[in-house]
């Protein structure tokens, strides 16, 4: 079915690696686990609500297509930011700038499955896009994963935060690993193994968790970075109390994998009991052999 990621765009370079997430002053990351805890948040099951969100992203696809400014006004929050893979800010500003000036152009897109998740205003959308697409002149064409974070403001669905990376396969170019054992192996990583090191405050678990270059975006719009995160909980300041996992969802392609869920966490920041129930996404990508979190992407949902 033909449809349009929302971040392999106006980039130069052939990605954009971007996240958002929203732990007491800034991420929520945290939330990656799995665990003990009170009932975790159930996501809507509502069959329009899901196709609502889904048509965000063909609506996207087609604007880019078009050019159609307006419409890209529309989709993207006002507030919307990314972290690209240069670890720079960019900004809805610098996206309608580059649609507008021609340097990005999307000229085709198709969309694979795509994996929603709505809870409240708060809205999940993560799948793979193959696209024709060119920047300055560049062919930058390709096969990306890619995840959005929307809110419903004033009853209307936003983009607020993305996050993808361009797919690079070992073997035939064609291949999802959609093994059920790789995929399950990628949600344990990404949540249950995470989630315990964090509540034992294991820092060596932790920081093989996170690539070196792991950014996120907080709701103050400020770049936080794996070193925050590590002093954070090195320091005691930050403390993973218990946690209790909703469904995950999880796409694998070549050295790309995507995961999204909501939690219900237990959680101390700075003496401050911050506990409550959030939704999350995170990027990974397999590097030397290993899988790493490069992104994240989430927000509070009570």
Known sequence: MLKKSVFTRWFAVLLLFSAFAWWARVSVKEAAAMGKGSDAPTPSNDPAVIEAVK??????????VAADINKLNQIFADDWATVDSS???????????????????????????IDVQVFGNVALAQGSVKEKRSHNGKDTS???????????????????????ARVVFADTPNAQSQDPAVVAAIKKFDTQDL???MVATDIDKINQTYADD?????????????????????S????????????????????????????TEKRIHD???????????????????????????GARVS
């Open 142 to 164: 390709g096969q990306f994963l890619w995840q959005d974070l929307l809110q419903k403001r004033a009853g209307k669905w936003v983009v607020w935060r993305s996050a993808g």
């Open 271 to 297: 003496g401050k009991d911050i506990s409550g129930q959030f939704v999350f996404m995170d990027l990974l990508k397999k590097r030397e052999g290993k899988w790493v979190i490069v992104r994240t992407l």
């Open 195 to 197: 989630g315990d090191a």
């Open 214 to 234: 792991w950014a996120t975006i907080g709701s103050d719009g400020k770049v936080f970075t794996k070193q925050g995160l590590l002093s954070d909980f090195k």
């Open 55 to 64: 048509k965000i992203s063909q609506d996207m696809g087609d604007a880019m």
């Open 87 to 113: 670890g720079q800010t960019s900004t809805k500003q610098n996206l309608v700038s580059d649609f507008e000036s021609f340097h990005d152009k999307l000229q085709w897109f198709e969309n694979g499955a």
């Open 236 to 263: 005691g300041k930050h403390k993973l109390v218990s946690f209790e996992l909703g469904p995950v969802d999880a796409q694998v392609l070549g050295d790309v994998a995507v995961v999204q869920a909501g939690v």
